[in-house]
Every structure is written in C-alpha cells, then in structure tokens.
T-cell receptor
Framework: NAGVTQTPKFRILKIGQSMTLQCTQD?????MYWYRQDPGMGLKLIYY???????DKGEVPNGYNVSRSTTEDFPLRLELAAPSQTSVYFC????????????????FGPGTRLTVT | QKEVEQNSGPLSVPEGAIASLNCTYS??????FFWYRQYSGKSPELIMF????GDKEDGRFTAQLNKASQYVSLLIRDSQPSDSATYLC????????????FGKGTHLIIQP
C-alpha cells in the first residue's frame, strides 16, 4: 500500500497562474480532505469529500475548487494563484474507526509545498 | 467558530522526564480528540485518540480528556530526544466525517 500520495512535492507559481494538486489514496477510504498549513500554524480544512461525487467546503475554501469522480482521487484546483495561497498543502483520507463516536483516523500524504510569487 | 487552543512553546523537557502538553477546545459538541506528532517538514502522524472522559494509556503516552473543562492533555513519559517535534491537538466536532479542527501545535524539545 502506497497510502496517500501527492504530486507535486514542490511548486512555484506566478500570481494569476492556475494549477492542480493531485491526491490519490489506495486504502479504499470513503473520506478525503484537503488542508493547508501556514508556517507555525495548525492545519486548516479547505474542502472535504465523504464519497465519490460529494464534496463540501471547509473553513478556508475561497480560491480553491475540488472534484471527486472516483474513490481514489481528490484533486485540488487553484485558480488565479495569489501570494496568500503560499502554504503547505496536505491531503488526507480516513475511515470510521468506531461508528457513532466521531472517530475517523486520518492518514496524511507527504504534502505539497507551494510558493506564489 | 470552533477553536482548539494550544501553547505554541517551545516546551523544553530534560531527557527521561515527563512532557505534559495541553489543549483546550471551544465547541462543546466535540466528540473525539486526536494528538498528532509532526516532525519539521513532514506530515502529521497520529499518536493517540480519546473520546471518553478520563485517561487512556498507550506505551509511553497517556491522553487525558475532561469534557466538563473542555480540556485535553498528552503526557509523554521517559521523554526521548526522538520525541522532539510539534504536537498538534485536533477535535472532531459533531461526530461526522467533516474534518478535524486543529490547534497551532506545541513545539516540544527534549534536551539530552
């Protein structure tokens, strides 16, 4: 099992450019997430998905879009990149460890370090 | 606004001592709580989770939850230099699969 994989590892974008961050998991998890982590900060939820074809906004969705056409893939699209989107982006997937208890162990990918200049 | 608060540190602890990390949360609807360890430049990895009041032990780690005080803690016994990392506290509100709310993390330094 590769777990959660993300590409690219690093990327530099110019202001106004667009790009897609790729995320794939091979654990057959229904739930997938995108977080961003700014220096010295915790992770903030951008978007999440509870299954193929279903996505919803998290805490900081502005400037991003997602799609979930398969269980395995959950790409994050940045349109019109801005310096405020400079961050490390983590994709995660999870499963329910104990139904009804809100226990979803999240497995994180290695991250994509994005700089917008 | 759901918030999870942690002291950012750094928290410096001698090798072999007990490291105590604390976290408070604002949403009384939070059902489960997670401690993640994150080494510099790496992704978070799950250390412990807890959802019932009281203590939960796993090896050198003990998680403590007090829902009345909205307080979660992580104790690391016999601290090792390899425990030096940032520890993130996270809460899952409402019991759904709609992601975690993370604190900013506490930077722990174990002094040899």
């Amino acid at each position: 099992n590769a777990g959660v994989t993300q590409t690219p590892k690093f990327r530099i974008l110019k202001i106004g450019q667009s790009m897609t961050l790729q995320c794939t998991q091979d654990m057959n998890h229904n739930y997938m997430y995108w977080y961003r982590q700014d220096p010295g900060m915790g992770l903030k939820l951008i978007y999440y998905s509870v299954g193929a074809g279903i996505t919803d906004k998290g805490e900081v969705p502005n400037g991003y879009n997602v799609s979930r056409s398969t269980t395995e893939d959950f790409p994050l699209r940045l349109e019109l990149a801005a310096p405020s989107q400079t961050s490390v982006y983590f994709c995660a997937s999870s499963y329910s460890m104990k139904p009804g208890q809100g226990l979803y162990e999240q497995y994180f990918g290695p991250g994509t370090r994005l700089t917008v200049t | 606004q759901k918030e999870v608060e942690q002291n950012s540190g750094p928290l410096s602890v001698p090798e072999g001592a007990i490291a105590s990390l604390n976290c408070t949360y604002s949403d009384r609807g939070s059902q489960s709580f997670f401690w993640y360890r994150q080494y510099s430049g790496k992704s978070p990895e799950l250390i412990m989770f807890i959802y019932s009041n009281g203590d939960k032990e796993d090896g050198r780690f003990t998680a403590q939850l007090n829902k009345a005080s909205q307080y979660v803690s992580l104790l690391i016994r016999d601290s090792q230099p390899s425990d030096s990392a940032t520890y993130l506290c996270a809460a899952n509100s409402g019991g759904g699969a709609d992601g975690l709310t993370f604190g900013k993390g506490t930077h722990l330094i174990i002094q040899p």
